[in-house]
């Protein structure tokens, strides 16, 4: 009895000089650390800018795992790109997310599209995340200025062209996709005061580094075309047939949906 009075009375001893607010064993030592079961954090990516909004796109698969990209728009461009998804099912797949998902995120903010290169050694990462940021864009585009929807995209070889109309507020039409041997492209074009103001390509072939070279060296020039000659009757680009195909077919898509 004196042995289990003195046991209890250490116990009780103890349990008075333990500090209030002090973590019990196994307890995260930070508030609101523990990240929350399925979610994943963000992978390369930096904090939202202030008065950015977000536009998240489609989860794309791939054979190691999700990639997810979320956009920040700000002031009608992408001013942040990160991934809140990335392939986490081994170290390697960590490894390699962690090296090509930064170098993703500056590519999509320099070029202003989806048409980036595919990290070396990281293809299906770089795949999925090329999907995930075409989503991201798209939805962007089907919003329109209020979700921050970019009305360039450099990599696009957007043109602003002329008569910016002060004072009236610019309306985006977005044709439809048409589909080329080498794969889709769809123009978006910018109005004002009836006329078009800018025109660019939110989607163009982009499916092999020869077709995103030509892509890059015929959209500027058929960009300019559409605005110069404010309509679809513009001239085939030397050695980009089908991507010029293309883009007339989408460009008058949008054309008759302004109703021009």
């Known amino acids: ?9 250490a116990v009780v001893l103890l ?12 307890a995260s030592s930070q508030a609101g650390g523990a990240q929350a079961p399925g979610v994943s954090a963000p992978a390369g990516g930096g904090a939202e800018p202030a008065g950015g909004q977000s536009v998240v796109g489609d989860e794309a698969q791939t054979q190691y795992g999700p990639v997810q990209v979320r956009l920040t728009m700000n002031g009608g461009r992408i001013t942040s790109a990160e991934a809140v998804k990335a392939p986490d099912t081994d170290p390697n797949s960590r490894k390699i997310a962690a090296n090509a998902i930064p170098q993703l995120n500056k590519a999509a903010v320099a070029t202003q599209s989806a048409r980036i290169d595919t990290v070396s050694g990281a293809t299906y990462t770089s795949q999925g995340y090329v999907k995930s940021l075409q989503s991201a864009i798209d939805k962007a585009a089907a919003a329109g200025p209020a979700a921050g929807a970019p009305e360039q995209q450099q ?15 610019p309306a985006t039409v977005v044709g439809d996709e048409a589909q080329t041997q080498y794969g889709p492209v769809q123009v978006r074009l910018t109005m004002n005061g009836g006329r078009i103001t800018s025109a660019e390509a939110v989607k163009a072939p982009d499916t092999d580094p020869n077709s995103r070279k030509i892509a890059a060296n015929a959209i500027p020039q058929l960009n300019k075309a559409a605005v110069a000659t404010q309509s679809a009757r513009i001239d085939t680009v030397s050695g980009a047939t089908y991507t010029s195909q293309g883009y007339v077919k989408s460009l008058q898509s949008a054309i008759d949906k302004a109703g021009l």
């Not at 009895?1 to 009375?9: C, K």
């Not at 333990?18 to 019990?24: C, E, N, V």
């Not at 696009?156 to 004072?167: F, I, P, V, Y």
């Open 15 to 26: 349990l008075a000089m333990k500090q209030p607010g002090a973590p019990l064993a196994g």
């Open 1 to 9: 009895m004196i042995a289990v009075a003195g046991t209890t009375s």
């Open 155 to 169: 990599g696009a070889g957007g043109d602003t062209g002329s008569g910016s109309g002060a004072g009236a507020a």
